[in-house]
């Protein structure tokens, strides 16, 4: 499980970087966000809540359901956190 977690932390760190046009700064100040969380999100060192998530879409200025397409393209279709037991 442990694993998993870190590829969607990995995943989700790659795909705010690539989305994100101004510098850490700016984009963690713009959502009332430490510029160290933003960091460590993109670095997938951190495993946000569904809320932070949205706040970042929203400095992105995306939204929401798009970056989480985004994260699901990046891991792939056979990402799961459900073992398949058939």
Do not use: Y
């Not at 994100?20 to 700064?25: A, G, L, N, P, V």
């Not at 100040?29 to 160290?36: A, V």
């Not at 939204?63 to 990046?74: A, F, G, Q, R, S």
């Amino acid at each position: 499980m442990q694993e998993l977690r870190q590829k969607l932390q990995t995943a989700t760190g790659k795909v705010i970087k690539k989305c994100r046009r101004k510098s850490i700064t700016q984009s963690a100040d713009e959502i009332g966000m430490w510029k160290s969380l933003w960091a460590d999100l993109e670095n997938g060192i951190k495993d946000p809540q569904f809320s932070t998530l949205w706040r970042v879409a929203e400095g992105l200025e995306i939204k929401p359901h798009e970056l989480v397409k985004l994260i699901e393209d990046e891991l792939g279709e056979n990402f799961s956190f459900i073992e398949n037991t058939m």
